[in-house]
Structures are given as structure tokens and as C-alpha cells.
């Protein structure tokens, strides 16, 4: 069983708080529209979210692969999008904050189960920080057997290296593995070594509730 991180088993919820001193260069608040844009350009997990030059773009493309590129690019993000520098950088810590990541209420449950189970349990993320902490905080990270971060594997989804490797490690033949995560481009790359893959909605963890029970079904019976 392989789990994608990000809108998957925990997803970055929006915080009002982060913006309650947050203004464009002119002093002008930003409103409710331009915040919740602000969060999507911060969690995409794929696709051009903004207009980059050419140094940048490039940046973009292999974010995931270097911290230090993480940084530079999201960091030019959010200044594209109106948000001073100084606040950008506030605002990008919290990106790269576990403490900040809040899990989906059926991810504990899920995770134990399947481990009680005897189900390896690997996850595959595309990031370039260290989610571990974030597992260690909900009390998980012993269920979890395998943590492929793309940072410090050197790949990234939908690269079938990637997939192939969590399941050379967990001991699983990719035929009996079971992807779940949130992206058809990324995460639906598992189909090309052979896993099954379950796709569920990245919604706030208030409205998805069941959605990872649902998906690994009758793994937890």
C-alpha cells in the first residue's frame, strides 16, 4: 500500500491568521479570493501556476529536487502574486512546516489499521522538505514502513522509478500494490509499473472524511 502526502493523507488548510497582516505592495489587503488563490498557487501539486521566466520556470520544474530551488521558486511565486517579499518568506515557512500540515480524520485510523493488518505501508511524496515530523506529531510514523521523498530519491512523480522503487523496498510486487493519492498526472503514474491506483478529492480535511477507508477498502475488513 502506497499513500501519496499532500492532499492525499494530510493537506495544508488555509489559516486566516496568515493573513491577517498580509497586503500588496500599495497597503491593500488581500481579499478572500486573492488568499485562496494565494493557497492554491502554494499547494498545485502539478501543472504552471503562475507566469515565470525562463530562469525560474526552470525551477519550477525540478523544485522538488532541491530545497534550495523549493525555496527560490515558491518564493518568486508568491511575490508574482502580489505579496511583498518579507511576507512571502513568512509565508513560505509555513509552507515547509509540518506543525502547519493538518491530517484528513481518517488518516490515523487508515495507517494503523492497515499496519495492524500486516499491509506494508509506504509514501511517496514530491517535496522537498522533511513530512516525517508531521506523521511523528498524529502518532503514525511507526505504520509507516517506507518514506520516499523525491528531495532525497533524486525523482519525481509520474517518473515509474519512483513507483517501482517503493515497491522493491516494501517487498511487493507492483501488481499487488495499491497507490492512493490525489493526482491523476502524478500519482496515476503507479499504473504504468502495474499498481492499482485510487485517486481521492484533495478537499479540506472537514468535508473528506471517509475518503481514504473508501479507498483502500477491503484491505481494512
Request: with cysteine; proline share 6%; charged share 30%.
Amino acid at each position: 500500500m502506497i499513500f501519496d502526502f499532500s492532499g492525499t493523507l494530510f493537506r495544508l488548510e488555509e489559516n486566516p491568521s496568515w493573513y491577517s497582516d498580509l497586503t500588496d505592495s500599495d497597503g491593500t489587503p488581500f481579499d478572500l479570493s486573492a488568499q485562496a488563490e494565494i493557497m492554491r498557487r502554494m499547494t498545485a501539486p502539478t501543472g504552471r501556476i503562475a507566469e515565470l521566466g525562463d530562469e525560474f520556470q526552470e525551477a519550477w520544474d525540478k523544485r522538488d529536487l532541491d530545497p534550495e530551488l523549493h525555496r527560490k521558486v515558491y518564493v518568486e511565486v508568491l511575490r508574482s502574486s502580489g505579496v511583498p517579499d518579507e511576507q512571502a518568506q513568512a509565508l513560505y515557512a509555513r509552507l515547509i512546516d509540518p506543525d502547519q500540515w493538518t491530517p484528513y480524520p481518517d488518516a490515523a485510523e487508515v495507517l494503523s489499521g492497515l499496519s495492524g493488518r500486516g499491509v506494508k505501508v509506504g509514501v511517496i511524496s514530491n517535496i522537498a522538505f522533511d513530512i516525517r515530523p508531521a506523521f511523528e506529531r498524529l502518532g503514525v510514523a511507526q505504520h509507516v514502513d517506507e518514506f520516499l521523498l523525491s528531495y532525497l530519491e533524486e525523482v519525481i512523480k509520474p517518473d515509474p522509478k519512483i513507483f517501482q522503487r517503493a515497491c522493491e523496498r516494501l517487498g511487493v510486487a507492483p501488481e499487488e500494490a495499491l497507490m492512493v493519492g490525489d493526482s491523476e498526472e502524478a500519482d496515476g503514474g503507479a499504473a504504468g509499473v502495474g499498481c492499482e491506483v485510487a485517486i481521492v478529492d484533495p478537499a479540506p480535511t472537514s468535508e473528506r472524511t471517509t475518503g481514504l477507508i473508501d479507498a483502500v477498502g477491503d484491505l481494512l475488513r
